[in-house]
């Protein structure tokens, strides 16, 4: 069985349209953790405050790594 280029074409852009899906759906889950009608929402400032402190712990685990 040949698969014609339109047949390719078609097939990429539904993979292009799915991954496109797949990622806004992802987005919307993570704002949904924050959103004020979410009645189990996280508290963004405290989220914040513990993603600053891992990403200091990153960078000093990265300037310990030159050394």
Do not use: C, G
Request: proline residues 3%.
């Amino acid at each position: 069985m040949n698969i014609t280029q339109e047949q390719m074409d078609q097939d990429n852009v539904k993979s292009e349209l799915i991954n496109d899906l797949v990622a806004t759906s992802t987005v919307m889950d993570e704002m949904w953790r924050y959103h004020p009608e979410n009645p189990n929402k996280k508290d963004i400032v405290k989220e914040y405050k513990i993603l600053k402190q891992i990403q200091s712990d990153i960078e000093f685990e990265l300037a310990n790594l030159d050394k």
